[in-house]
């Protein structure tokens, strides 16, 4: 198959990068512009990143000589992609009129930034739960005045390590969580070599994070209204979340108890998450792990260094279910915070999408 050429803006940072380590050999995907700051354009993407490369893996050969562009340069960015992945570290409203920008210029946004997270129009999704919620991109569309440009958000890093688990256990009525999140150190950006004041420390705030934690599921749990042109959240489950940065590298855990209007069974449960598979694994997704969760029957696990590589990094990892003395059930589980949580997401969305008929190569579909 002739592969999207796709755009990363923002490609210097830590999801940037863990972008280019993923999206360099795909099968779909064909990286055709790397952007960035003004600091980094003009040179080569080697010479960009040179000295604060942080993934696990080498520069990939190839991508080491591209040059990186202005991510200013919007006209030119998308006159070369069919798609761009946008992950910056800009003000809230410099973020929106960034991708509002692109997507007027026709270029689909798959975005890692919060800034549009919670408008109606905009999806934010987990492909696994709500991939029926790219219906409103239609909506957006018609408020962009756009044929084909469009945004879509990925969620919080931190909602991912306990949302899925909960997904499949929705029909039971969960009524209340409350969850606490061990969240690495590359979810702010950073290592543990340069963040010394996390060595052998824990700090119990991130800015934002716990409003994001208790807002965000009740969008990805949300419906579309009637008209199709909003998504509305949903009411429940109340949930009261601490965000918590511990010195870990990668994978957020999370500690979790629930409550339901109608209490399942152990059984049950493990059978719901045995048995849980959706639209990307029944599609084949190249990003999509099968199983998307996997249940550990140790006491102590999921344990960060151990699990948070299973399905490549993109399954969600759950153990310790046991009664609850306050609530009904509790539970530990883990995501890998800048795969699954981030980049990884972010391109199994992408190939969702594209499977979905949202997003086409121009040729394909009549840019100009």
Known sequence: MKKYRVGIVGATGMVGQ??????????????AVLAASGRSAGKSYAEAVQGRWQMETPLPEQVKPLMVLDAADREGIAGAVDFIFCAVSLPKDETRAMEEAFAKLEVPVISNNSALRMAGDVPMIIPEIN???????????????????????????????????????????????????????SGAGRTLADWIEMQGNVIPYIAGEEEKSEQEPLKIWGHL??????????GLPRIS????????????????????????????????????????????????????????????????????????????????????????????????????????????????????????????????
């Not at 879509?152 to 688990?165: L, M, R």
Request: overall charge neutral.
């Open 18 to 31: 863990r972008l280019v380590s993923l999206l360099h050999s795909h099968p779909w995907f064909e990286l």
């Open 131 to 185: 991939a029926d919620h790219a219906r409103v991109i239609d909506a957006q569309r018609r408020r962009l005045g756009t044929r084909h440009g469009f945004i879509t958000v990925k969620p919080n890093c931190s909602i991912q390590s306990y949302v899925p688990a909960l997904t499949p256990l929705m029909d039971f009525e969960p009524q209340a969580i409350t969850v606490s999140t061990y969240q690495a150190v």
């Open 225 to 234: 209204n009637a008209g199709r042109d909003t998504i509305e959240m949903a």
């Open 241 to 368: 979340a601490q965000c918590i940065r511990v010195p870990v590298s990668d994978g957020h855990l999370a500690a979790v108890s629930v409550s339901f209007k109608h209490k399942p069974a152990k059984e049950q449960i493990l059978e719901r998450w045995a048995n849980y598979r959706t639209l990307p694994q029944q599609l084949g997704l190249p990003s999509a792990p099968d199983p998307f969760l996997i249940y550990k029957e140790e006491d102590n696990r999921p344990q960060p260094l151990l699990d948070r590589d299973l399905g490549q990094g993109m399954a969600v990892v759950i153990g310790r279910l046991r009664e609850d003395p306050v609530m009904d059930w509790r539970f530990i589980s883990l995501s890998h915070n800048t795969l699954r949580g981030a980049a990884g997401g972010s391109v199994l969305t992408a190939e969702l999408l594209c499977a979905q008929g949202y997003i086409t190569r121009k040729e394909e579909g009549g840019h100009t």
